[in-house]
């Protein structure tokens, strides 16, 4: 069973950075496509960056420019550096994977194209 666990979330004040991982177990990242989605209060899930299993990399709009999506398969991890963090970044924070088939273009940032979630971590940004 695979499962995937986030870490590195906090409170941090506007303008600062922050990393997040998220370890899996229970199978490889080198054949998962994965992504980190955010969810703030009140808003529907989001999806903001993907690394495909071929290793091609998209971010959303909101944080291009600002967040870097990486994966080290000798680790088994998915990292998401954040840096010039905005009050409005403020959500939890989900790692997902779509275990041994690779995510289709159009639907990177589908929530249906992903079996498997973390349970979370909170990012805080104060302004």
């Known amino acids: 069973q695979v499962q995937l666990e986030e870490s590195g979330g906090g409170s941090v004040q506007a303008g600062g950075s922050l990393t997040l991982s998220c370890a899996a177990s229970g199978y490889t990242t080198s054949q998962m496509c994965m992504a980190w989605f955010r969810q703030a209060p009140e808003k529907e899930r989001e999806g903001i960056a993907t690394i495909t299993m071929r290793g091609s990399i998209i971010y959303n709009a909101p944080v291009k420019g600002r967040f870097t999506i990486s994966r080290d398969n000798a680790k088994n991890t998915v990292y998401l550096r954040m840096k010039s963090l905005k009050p409005e970044d403020t959500a939890m924070y989900y790692c997902?994977?779509?275990?041994?088939?690779?995510?289709?273009?159009?639907?990177?940032?589908?929530?249906?194209?992903?079996?498997?979630w973390g349970q979370g971590t909170q990012v805080t940004v104060s302004s």
């Open positions: 997902a994977a779509s275990v041994r088939v690779d995510c289709r273009s159009g639907y990177l940032f589908s929530r249906s194209e992903f079996g498997t």
